[in-house]
């Protein structure tokens, strides 16, 4: 009896291992900029993250780098603690800040008539076997007062 249970067991723990983990994918939904001033920029930044796991994957961070007319804007880090549902898209907001002197090199680039960005995000997600990375990368063109979705 002691190894039916035994082998029951171990099969059952076998089973855990043999399913692998998805990696969940995302789409920028869009990237706007609310206000500029003397201070710098600030923006948002709004994603769609998809789960294809049949269990919750936690998000727990994003990188992401900002380039406009080629010219790199700003880079940034948001810790984050927000689970994405099995199965589901979870809409996930960040904001976006770029310092003045950055902000300047910008500038410069839209003086000379650049309209196109580029935001590279690398989301983390800490899961029961190690943390899994996604990379994404969007383009677009800027539009009356913000950055559209292209």
């Keep these: 009896m002691r190894f039916v249970v035994l082998a029951v067991a171990m099969l059952t723990g076998c089973s855990l ?3 692998s983990i998805e990696k969940p994918t995302a789409k920028v939904r869009g990237v706007s900029v609310s206000s ?4 710098g920029v600030t923006g948002e930044l709004a994603l769609d993250v ?4 049949s269990f919750g994957v936690p998000l727990s961070g994003i990188d992401w780098q900002l ?3 080629g010219t ?7 810790q984050l603690t927000q689970t994405i549902p099995a199965k589901g898209v979870a809409p996930v907001m960040t904001s976006l800040s770029i310092a003045t002197t950055d902000a300047i090199l910008v500038g410069g680039a839209l003086a000379q008539g650049a309209r196109n960005y580029r935001i590279d995000v690398r989301l983390h997600f800490s899961t029961s076997v190690g943390q899994v990375d996604v990379d994404v990368a969007h383009t677009g063109e800027l539009a009356s007062g913000s950055l559209a979705q292209h």
């Design 17 to 19: 291992f043999m399913h």
């Design 36 to 39: 500029a001033g003397f201070t």
């Design 50 to 53: 998809m789960n294809p796991n």
């Design 67 to 69: 380039s406009v007319g």
């Design 72 to 78: 790199r804007a700003v880079t940034g880090t948001v």
